[in-house]
């Protein structure tokens, strides 16, 4: 079993959806879990932490199972910008990706 | 610039060929982390440092990658004998400690091995 496991897409969705990101992990000692997003040939960079009770930033929503060991991220009334690839990362020290979703938002 | 800064951006190796990135981290941040993108993959682990210490190496890391810290600030990552498949980004990223306020991400070094 992988470390970090993520849907496989790409997503090819209309703009104004709703669009969920799935996630699991393997290490139930993971301490710490963010979402990424990565732009085509650019760095990740933090889109959001995730908390046990769940968070919320404007459109994204970040949920955490830990008994289930399952992240997910949900982005509402989507954007055309919102296009990337949504890389999910837990970290129990060092961090491990998971492979990454790509996403395409279709005007 | 107070973000994780890499050098060079890009760099083209004729096969057989030694390389070294840097990496400047972010000056508070005592975690310092290596990782290779391939395109269409996720970043992968290749090492990481607390400070001057090295605390774990990839597995996938053949002899050939060597990382320092030596006063734990900046970093480098040396490639020797490069092959081929060595062709990625590498990226680095620092933190704080355990990283609980995650990570930041440099701008990454592309790799061409021709």
């Known amino acids: ?107 | 610039d107070t973000g994780v800064s890499q050098d060079p951006r890009h760099k083209i190796t004729k096969r057989g060929q030694n390389v070294t990135f840097r990496c400047d981290p972010i000056s508070e941040h005592n975690r310092l982390y290596w990782y290779r993108q391939t395109l269409g993959q996720g970043p992968e682990f290749l090492t990481y440092f607390q400070n001057e210490a090295q605390l774990e190496k990839s597995r996938l890391l053949s002899d050939r990658f060597s990382a320092e810290r030596p006063k734990g600030s900046f970093s480098t990552l040396e490639i020797q004998r490069t092959e081929q498949g060595d062709s990625a980004m590498y990226l680095c990223a620092s933190s704080l400690a355990y990283g609980f306020y995650g990570y930041t991400f440099g701008s990454g070094t592309r790799l061409t091995v021709v």
Request: proline share 5%.
């Open chain 1, 1 to 107: 079993r992988k470390e970090v496991e993520q849907d496989p897409g790409p997503f090819n969705v209309p703009e104004g959806a709703t669009v969920a990101f799935n996630c699991t992990y393997s290490n139930s000692a993971s301490q710490s879990f963010f979402w990424y997003r990565q732009d085509c040939r650019k760095e990740p960079k933090l889109l959001m932490s995730v908390y046990s009770s769940g968070n919320e930033d404007g459109r994204f929503t970040a949920q955490l199972n830990r008994a289930s060991q399952y992240i997910s991220l949900l982005i509402r009334d989507s954007k055309l910008s919102d296009s990337a690839t949504y890389l999910c990362v837990v970290s129990d020290d060092k961090i491990i990706f998971g492979k990454g979703t790509r996403l395409h938002i279709l005007p």
